[in-house]
């Protein structure tokens, strides 16, 4: 009699839905009024930087999906809905350390996300939090760099004084460049300074499910409850717990099927509903 030995195909998953998290960066009490928007002005743009470094040090050590970003609004006065309309925030990866003098122009458009666009009423003191259009994956590997442009048109007569920011400063490395206009949106180079808005990257917004997980041969079928305020799901895939975490699949409803393609090899699963 021949005997047939059969590997077993063995998948372990772990399957669930991340909880808010907040990631600040930054701690300096200082305001000013220049980045990452500068309200003195009809239009204008900044570009400033945070690397791979500061991202670990806040938390961020495998890519996570965030919702929103905040920037801690200073100052001695309170400010109250203060509007600014045509705002544009773009972000993207950034392996720079320093802003040099060949780096004073304005960025640009590639590699980099729009991940908001539309009026912003700013309030504070404290830290303004700004829902993002579309979700952003930051990975740590690798530093972020956000453009922000105003192209208003009309700024508010003074008073009430525009949005003060609090800042770290990063001397001697030139951390921000910004450039503005009243007469239209500007063109040339900026200025470069060491200071850097406080800021406060955030998966808010997302909660978690109940997840079954069944298996169907060398597949396992992973189902949740649906999130009433969850329009997708992301789902990420890792080798090991700690990741790092890659991004997998995202679908609209509440089953997916894994299918094993590998033996004896160990599968974590992360899913994000937004």
């Not at 508010?156 to 921000?176: G, V």
């Amino acid at each position: 009699m021949t005997k047939k030995v059969v590997s077993l195909l063995i998948l372990i998953v772990s399957l669930s839905l991340l909880s808010a998290e907040d990631f600040i960066i930054g701690d300096g009490s200082g305001a000013q009024f220049i980045v990452p928007v500068d309200g003195h002005f009809n239009y204008g743009w900044t570009k400033f930087f945070y690397t791979s470094s500061q991202l670990q040090n806040a938390g961020i050590l495998n890519p996570v999906e965030i919702t929103k970003v905040a920037f801690q609004i200073g100052g001695s006065s309170s400010l109250v809905n203060y509007l600014m309309d045509n705002q544009s925030i773009y972000i993207g990866p950034f392996p720079g350390t320093n802003y040099g003098s060949a780096y004073l122009g304005h960025p640009g458009y590639e590699n980099k996300t729009l991940i908001y666009n539309g009026s912003i009423s700013f309030n504070g003191p404290g830290w303004f939090f700004i829902t993002l259009s579309t979700p952003y994956t930051i990975n740590p590997n690798s530093g972020v760099e956000i453009l922000w442009e105003n192209r208003d048109g009309s700024k508010i007569p003074i008073p009430p004084i525009p949005p003060q920011f609090c800042f770290t400063n990063y001397s001697p490395y030139n951390k921000e460049v910004h450039l503005a206009s009243d007469p239209s949106f500007p063109a040339g180079n900026g200025t470069s300074t060491s200071k850097c808005p406080n800021i406060c990257f955030s998966t808010g917004g997302l909660e978690a499910p109940q997840v079954e997980i069944s298996q169907s041969g060398n597949s396992f079928i992973l189902s949740w409850t649906l999130i009433p305020t969850a329009s997708s799901y992301s789902i990420y895939v890792s080798d090991l717990p700690s990741g790092p975490w890659n991004f997998l699949t995202s679908i609209n409803g509440n089953q997916y099927q894994l299918n094993a393609t590998d033996t004896k090899k160990f599968y974590y699963i992360k899913a994000i509903g937004r």
